[in-house]
């Protein structure tokens, strides 16, 4: 017996020591963290197929996003604007920080965008589209190995890009978004697919004057009209409204509204440039110009479908975190405004929507406040890389993994005055999860407080309202605090040899 356990126990170590020196599949290398950014022009962030604002207006790949990934529904910008935000997004900064406070602000010196980072640790980098940025130029920026990009806001078709430093133009009625879509697809199946990439997608629509693709040119020409419900309520002489009278939502009667301290700024611009009685000097009825903009964002939705079709044919699905942001919201009549800058919802509020199979639960519904400050330390920390100091945005990552953090429940606003549209004030302004305030600065005028939960259409300011005064002055101070302790004390000024424009009637002075 005792010469069978001996044998027992030789047998089996000689079969471990076989199994040892066996010789095993090589482990497979762990997938590359790939991040592909998409930014729309002017996309307000209800203006989705999901969301069920618009009636009749389809968008499945932004759907599809949204059902598998997550839809952060409370994304917000800095300002409402596209330079700032842009500049935000790439630096990790407000505004005030790096300094970049309207679309003709210079780039400073010294500016760091997060793909600076990426590249240092290995990534290979390209930005396509609008840059739009310090200047009306195309030249390629840092942070990137591959550049593509034009002048200014561009053109829909037949556009002339700057790639790597070389003019190409096209032609044959050549789509700007299509063909933004084209070279990115290109640049990406070029790629080392073992190794990270990180691509950034700037689409110029649907920035007005919207111009849909031919094969979407009036698909919407008969969708009904969604006329928010402050449309008239700064209207004065109604004989004066641009445009057939719209029906409005008999829930209006329903809302308390303030008037008297309707800033006199908002019930000014509405016969301006930026106003539905007025729009971009009566160019254009309100009816056609919303069913413009649905038909534009069309080819935005596609390229989002392509994009995520060659993930999936080329197996980089689930760790390649794609997402899709507006670079600030849009009016579309709200207040009898049109366009954004302003602080109201629909203007400093974004779509955000992120897929990445291997870190976000299909359908993730996120309600925390996310700014576009907070998307360089995300991307980065998806990336392995610690955020830099200078950076003040926070990554939500941990958000979108489902972990129960701390989280701020705020979001800070800035918007400066700018010379060729000085009928929006410089203003300052916080937003909680219930209240918003908004400080007009440099002008004799009413400063705005609303409760957005019992009037989220903001009509009814509560700015002389004895019962909110505490709630005024504790968010007045909040927001100075911010200010002084973010090194925003100062309005930077930046010279500038652009003529100051009247859009009331055509003129510069």
């Known amino acids: 017996m005792k010469n069978l356990l001996v044998t027992a126990l030789c047998l089996g170590t000689l079969a471990a020591m076989l199994q040892a020196f066996r010789p095993h599949p090589p482990r497979s290398a762990p997938k590359p963290k790939n991040i592909i950014y998409i930014l729309a022009d002017d996309h307000r962030h209800d203006f989705m197929g999901f969301t069920g604002k618009v009636a009749g207006l389809q968008t499945p790949n932004l759907d599809r996003l949204a059902n598998e990934g997550a839809h952060v529904q409370n994304a917000f910008v800095c300002t409402a604007l596209c330079s700032p935000s842009r500049a935000s997004i790439l630096t990790g900064q407000y505004p005030h920080k790096h300094r970049v406070v309207d679309n003709i602000a210079p780039l400073p010196n010294g500016l760091k965008f997060y793909p600076e980072y990426l590249q240092k640790a290995g990534y290979k980098t390209a930005f396509l589209g609008k840059w739009h940025m310090g200047t009306e130029g195309d030249s390629p920026q840092p942070g990137f190995d591959y550049w593509l990009s034009f002048k200014g806001q561009g053109v829909y078709y037949n556009p002339t890009f700057n790639i790597n430093g070389k003019q190409v133009a096209h032609g044959d009625s050549s789509y700007t978004s299509d063909l933004l879509t084209d070279y990115a697809l290109k640049w990406m199946g070029s790629l080392d697919k073992s190794k990270p990439f990180a691509l950034y997608l700037s689409h110029k629509a649907v920035h ?29 002489d109604s004989s004066k409204i641009w445009g057939p009278r719209p029906s409005i939502d008999p829930e209006i009667g329903q809302l308390k509204v303030n008037l008297a301290d309707t800033p006199n700024w908002v019930k000014a611009q509405r016969g301006s440039w930026h106003g539905v009685d007025y729009m971009y000097h009566g160019s254009i009825g309100f009816n056609d110009f919303y069913r413009r903009y649905c038909e534009t964002l069309l080819s935005v939705d596609d390229s989002v479908g392509r994009v995520l079709q060659w993930l999936d044919e080329n197996g980089l699905t689930e760790t390649t975190m794609v997402v899709y942001m507006g670079d600030n919201g849009f009016s579309f009549g709200e207040h009898g405004l049109i366009d954004k800058r302003h ?62 953090v701390a989280w701020k429940n705020q979001a800070f606003y800035e918007y400066y005055w700018e010379a060729n549209f000085p009928s929006t004030p410089t203003m300052f302004g916080l937003r909680t999860d219930r209240y918003k305030y908004i400080f007009n600065h440099g002008v004799w005028d009413a400063n705005e407080l609303y409760d957005l939960k019992a009037d989220p259409f903001e009509v009814n300011n509560l700015i002389r309202s004895p019962a909110h005064q505490e709630i005024a002055k504790d968010m007045k101070r909040q927001i100075w605090e911010w200010l002084e302790q973010t090194d925003g004390l100062q309005i930077p000024l930046h010279p500038t040899l652009q003529k100051r424009v009247d859009h009331r009637y055509r003129g510069t002075y």
């Open 208 to 236: 007005a004057d919207f111009q849909p693709a031919r094969r979407h040119k009036d698909v919407y020409a008969n969708i009904p009209i969604n006329y928010p419900r402050s449309f008239y309520l700064t209207a004065t």
């Open 343 to 404: 602080m109201y919802e629909e203007s400093m509020r974004v779509p955000l929507l992120i897929r990445c199979p291997a870190v976000v639960k299909a359908g993730t519904k996120l309600t925390q406040v996310v700014q576009n400050i907070d998307i360089a330390p995300t991307l980065l920390e998806w990336a392995g890389l610690p955020k830099p100091a200078q950076m003040q945005g926070d990554s939500f990552l941990p958000l979108l993994q489902g972990q129960s």
